[in-house]
């Protein structure tokens, strides 16, 4: 029988954009996906949970597991350390699973780097910087300081934007959920290609 393999989607986009929110709306319309939890040593949201958005652990132990080599990528992001840990993400594919991620411009640059055969990606974001600013207001989770810094960010991760197979403007949740929802069937149908040698000799019966 012919081993599954998985596909990855990156989601990358400012803090705020509505990244989460979209990903609420459309699982009911993906199947058979994994989303990979991050880990951080940023401090909880209210209403967050420890196992479902994020493991949530301090800087010793966040580095100790750098030198472990148990990231598949890691960056500083608003002055926290986020990272993909390696082994569920390992589980995932082999399963052949939609392993989806949602991580920083420079998270996409190394899993890029890696495993670039299987990645697709798209950049979301709001209309405009404003917008954004509104958005991290309204949410009323972070203070005036964290809410800067991540509109300073902001700034500078749209410039990357043309580095993403897909761009989603998130102004209507409906449409930008369900251009998201595309993008996750296309990448599903794409992941067909990733086992040259096993769809051959399946093909040919031998
Ligand atoms: P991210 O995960 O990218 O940091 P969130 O999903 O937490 O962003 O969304 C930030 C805020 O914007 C939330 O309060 C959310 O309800 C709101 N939001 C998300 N999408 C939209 C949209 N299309 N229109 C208006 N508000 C939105
Ligand atoms: P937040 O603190 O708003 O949850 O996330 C802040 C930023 O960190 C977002 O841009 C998010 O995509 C990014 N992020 C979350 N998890 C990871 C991760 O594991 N790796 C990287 N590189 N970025 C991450």
């Not at 989601?11 to 954009?17: E, K």
């Not at 991580?103 to 990606?121: A, C, M, P, Y």
């Not at 749209?158 to 595309?182: C, P």
Request: hydrophobic share 35%.
């Amino acid at each position: 029988m012919m081993e599954k393999k998985g596909a990855i989607l990156i989601l990358s986009g400012p803090s705020g954009c509505g990244k989460s929110t979209l990903l609420k709306n459309v699982y009911k319309d993906i199947s058979d996906y994994y989303f990979s939890i991050s880990t951080t040593t940023r401090e909880p949201r209210v209403g967050e949970k420890e196992g479902v958005d994020y493991l949530f652990v301090s800087k010793e132990e966040f580095e100790e597991d750098i030198k472990n080599g148990h990231f598949l990528e890691w960056a500083e992001v608003h002055g926290n350390y986020y990272g993909t840990s390696l082994k569920p993400i390992n589980k995932a594919l082999k399963k052949g699973k939609l392993v989806i991620f949602d991580i920083d411009v420079q998270g996409h640059e190394i899993v890029r780097k890696k495993l670039n055969d299987i990645v697709t990606s798209v950049f979301i974001t709001t209309p405009t910087l404003d917008e954004l600013e509104r958005r991290l207001t309204d949410r009323k989770t972070d203070s005036y300081a964290v809410i800067s810094k991540r509109l300073e960010n902001a700034r500078y991760e749209i410039k990357s934007f043309q580095k993403y197979d897909y761009f989603i403007v998130n102004d209507d949740l409906e449409k930008a959920s369900k251009e998201l929802v595309a993008i996750a069937n296309i990448t599903r149908i794409k992941a067909k290609l990733y086992d040259k040698d096993e769809i051959i000799s399946n093909w040919l019966d031998i």
